[in-house]
């Protein structure tokens, strides 16, 4: 059968809240992908997301699922703490591997996985969903057009409604706020408007006692600079309660790009003195297109033989900033990205 009508056998690890929504994309929203394996420690969750999907395959043992003959590729949506295991694991198995955000707790971590997607041959892609959401693909579109001229300032925003459970919160397990959500607006920094020179971070525990009692933080503001010159603000929260909230904004000498929304149904509710319209309850309403593109684009490129188009080397990028972010935290000081310590 030709690879353009062939469907990607595909195994799941990890089927906790994205997890089996992925695993749902691939069973049914994506034409080139079924699902012939799926992966969780907890067995009640693999019986429910196998009987849903008629999925064959049911593994606790993520090395059974990526051992699978069946599997052909192998997509790790497991805790950012396993993710290293999983991906070198799979990778060594020879499986195209498509792994979650962050690939890895630390830097030196995701190296590894690439190394091992170096001397094993094996494609291996970073799950970045933003790069594939419209709005920010046509803001890197319109950038490199020079439709706003040159880039000056990079402000960026990514808001949690409410802490996220406490499990996997732990930045033990997620890396902390920094890296758990930061590293999606570190990554468009880069996709935007290139590498980062510099970072300097304030944060604090504003919100949640119990978060700082993990050793995390949920607020913070992180100022970066350009290699470019650019200059560039985030601010993540997990206390934004009005909603979902992924925004960007770019700042050129010709023009300004923004990028993102906060309503979630098409409507707007107008009295006197008022206008009123809902928000977006989370990542999944916000970014469901974005996540759904994202997967068939790593299955058509295992399918066409084509690179992976989010490589290792993004991941490593974005949480070399995450972890300099960290420790300008820590240390009160503007960390150089370029500094050898890193
Ligand atoms: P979750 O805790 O809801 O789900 C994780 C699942 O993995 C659980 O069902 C757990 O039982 C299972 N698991 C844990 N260890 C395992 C192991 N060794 N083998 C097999 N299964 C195991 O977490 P989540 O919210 O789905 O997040 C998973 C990953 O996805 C994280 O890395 C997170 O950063 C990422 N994520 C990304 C976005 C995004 O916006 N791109 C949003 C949410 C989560």
Redesign the pocket.
């Known amino acids: 059968m030709s690879a353009a009508k062939r469907r990607l056998q595909v195994g799941v ?7 089996r929504l992925y695993a749902q994309d691939l069973a049914a929203r994506i034409p080139e992908t079924r699902v012939v394996a799926v ?4 067995p009640l ?1 693999v019986a429910e997301v196998a009987d849903e999907l008629g999925v064959r395959g049911r593994h606790s043992e ?1 090395a059974d699922l990526v051992r699978n003959p069946e599997v052909e590729a192998v997509v790790i ?4 703490r ?2 290293r295991e999983h991906s070198v694991l799979s990778l060594r198995e020879g499986k195209p591997t498509f792994c ?3 690939p890895a707790l630390r830097a030196s971590e995701a190296m590894e996985i690439g190394d091992t997607a170096r001397t094993t041959g094996v494609l291996f892609q970073m ?1 970045f ?1 933003r790069r594939f959401d419209r709005g920010y693909q046509e803001a890197r579109r319109l950038m490199t057009e020079g439709r706003i001229g040159r880039a000056v300032l990079y402000k960026s925003t990514s808001r949690d409604p409410y802490r996220p459970a406490l499990a ?1 919160a732990d930045p033990r397990s ?1 890396g902390g706020l920094l890296m ?1 959500m930061g590293i ?1 607006d570190f990554d468009i920094a880069r996709f935007l408007m290139g590498e980062v020179r510099s970072v300097s971070t304030i944060g604090g525990v504003l919100a949640y006692p119990e978060l700082g009692a993990l050793g995390d933080i949920d607020n913070a503001v992180v100022s970066l600079t350009f290699e470019s010159g650019a200059l560039g603000v985030v601010d993540l929260s997990r206390s934004g309660i009005y909603g979902y909230d992924a925004s960007t904004e770019v700042l050129g000498d010709a023009g300004t790009l923004r990028v993102g929304f906060l309503r979630e149904t098409p409507l707007q509710v107008m009295t006197r003195n008022q206008v009123v319209h809902d928000t977006v309850p989370g ?1 999944v309403n916000r ?1 469901a297109e974005a996540f759904t593109r994202q997967l068939r684009d790593f299955a058509l490129n295992v399918l066409h033989g084509r690179p992976a188009s989010v490589t290792i080397e993004d991941g490593i990028e974005a949480i070399r900033i995450s972890e300099a972010a960290q420790r300008a935290l820590v240390s009160g000081q503007r960390i150089d990205l370029s500094s050898a310590a890193l």
């Open positions: 690890i990890g089927l906790g809240r994205l997890g992966c969780d420690i907890d969750l993520s949506v497991t805790p950012t396993a993710h979650e955000k962050p799950g969903m996997f997620s758990d999606h990542f970014f």
